[in-house]
């Protein structure tokens, strides 16, 4: 099986641009990145199956996974093993944690979506892919990026909090300030001419200052 752009260099993919688009393996079949066009994508790399930290996460995100679907947003996992080895894993939660796992969880044995993707940190491991997660819009456009070490978990309502910023930002033209959430007030994008500087002052929004613009949504 050939993905649709094959690449052997580590170089990031990059915000703002169309995300690498891929065919791969999966435990729900063959699925490539345009399966998922019209939703928005949260592909997640996790280092090994059968590993106490990625087990821990495969839960937390299966938890998550029905605020996200209310969200549009569908889920993909991703590491390099086999669909054997990921079929096994899955059933393995299941039985031993009581959690069905409802997204697919691609089987990169090649390491090509890895190196689309960026997902190799040789410094940390030359086989096994790094914490890495992509918010990719309904468009195709890579929205977001986070990379984790093997060694730390992420927490999973900041992914959340992540995609209802993007989707505010989509949905407001507005910008989420530091520890934003649903229902807190959202910052104006600030003034880019003196004249609109001006404007801002008398705009009506919650101001401090020219560049410093709150409202509610
Ligand atoms: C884990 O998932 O437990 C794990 C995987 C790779 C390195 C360290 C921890």
Redesign the pocket.
Known sequence: METAVASSNHSLPRLGQPAPPFEADTTHGILRLEDFKGSWLILFS???DF?????T?FMAFAELAPELRRRGVELCGLSIDSTFSHIAWVRNIEQNFGVKIPFPVIADLNKEVASLYGMIMPGE?KT?TSRCLFAIDPAGILRAMIYYP??T?RNTQEVLRLIDALQATDKYGIATPANWKPGDKVIVPPPKTTEDADARMKAGYETKDWYFSKRAV
Not at 51 to 55: G, H, I, K, R, Y
């Open positions: 996790h280092p090994a590993t106490p930290v990625c087990t996460e491991s096994e093997l060694s978990g």
